[in-house]
């Protein structure tokens, strides 16, 4: 089941522009439908398609007005000398990244912002899933009914993140709109961005429709997915570790070689001064943050995985 909430003013205005267009092109778009479910965006496709058309059209308003600003003025704006700040090339390239480029940006975000959500979702969710299915396992032992148990995890949503916001969704489902608890996990499968939540979830619907033991069940989930964690932090410490040793030789050994050299070369030879300071400025300016930003966005995506 899903719901899809009133739509705001902008949006209602956009779907009443451009809903003529939207609609065969989101006629049979179950892929679009899904992405936005996963993505937890409580819109239709075709109200999203129109949306984002009418942002598309209005960036493209607002870049032929800024076009036709700077088509005015630049004939005015000349150098102390006399000539053109503005040449013809670089009129038609600001005219072509106006009309063209940020409207296609804006169109390309539109496009895959629901998909990167969903994505980022699953992961959050992954990454919780060992910790959420531990404090389940805990408060089933506690005989917690299942209305509780997501109660309590939609209540910790600083805690769980995205597993919270699943667990509301399904405790809303049980409890205000009378679904039962078979057929709201049977959709929470479908609506998941989490091949592991949903696979959690599938596993609870087939324990329930077995009459199987549901306490053994979290338990034997919980163990599985705490020495999955276990092992998949492990392993990448073990990466960081290796990319640290990396770290050392190119950022702090190297560095320190190449100025040694560099001063041997100097001290050697007066006639490569020029070349070895413009080197020397290179490598402390430019090579320098250079290696320091690629491995501290290396070490900070190792610790986003992580989760510290």
């Known amino acids: 089941m899903v719901l899809e909430k009133p739509l705001g003013g902008f949006d209602s205005f956009s779907l009443a522009v451009f809903g003529w267009l939207a609609r065969p092109l989101t006629k049979d778009s179950i892929g679009l439908r899904n992405v936005l479910v996963k993505a937890r965006i409580p819109m239709l496709p075709v109200a999203y398609a129109a949306t984002s058309m009418m942002m598309v059209f209005l960036a ?34 600001l005219c072509f990244f106006l009309l063209v480029i940020v409207p296609a940006l804006i169109g390309a975000v539109q496009m895959y912002s629901p998909g990167l959500t969903s994505y980022q979702r699953g992961r959050d969710m992954e990454k919780n899933l060992p910790y959420a299915a531990s404090y389940v396992a805990a408060m089933s032992a506690a005989n917690a009914t299942p209305d509780k148990i997501f ?54 619907v087939g324990t329930i429709t077995s009459g199987g033991n549901m306490k053994l069940y979290f338990l034997n989930r919980s163990e599985y997915y705490a020495t999955a964690n276990r092992v998949a932090v492990k392993d990448l410490i073990n990466q960081m570790a290796l990319y640290a040793e990396v770290y050392v030789v190119v950022a702090v050994a190297f560095p320190i070689f190449a100025m040694i050299m560099a001063l041997i070369t100097f001290w050697v030879s007066g006639s490569g001064m020029t070349l070895e300071e413009e080197h020397l400025y290179a490598m402390v300016f430019g090579g320098l943050p250079l290696i320091q930003g690629v491995f501290s966005f290396i070490f900070w995506a190792i610790s986003d995985e992580i989760g510290v």
């Open 60 to 93: 493209f308003v607002v870049c032929a007005a800024l076009t036709l600003v700077m088509l005015i003025i630049a004939p005015n704006l000349t150098s102390p000398t006399g000539d053109p700040l503005l040449s013809i090339p670089i009129q038609i390239g």
């Open 151 to 204: 109660k309590s995890l939609a209540r910790n949503l600083d805690i769980y993140g995205e597993i919270s916001n699943e667990a509301s969704w399904i405790y809303q489902n049980m409890v205000f709109v009378g679904q039962d608890l078979v057929s709201t996990l049977k959709a929470a499968v479908d609506r998941s961005p989490s091949e592991k939540w949903g696979e959690f979830m599938q596993g609870m």
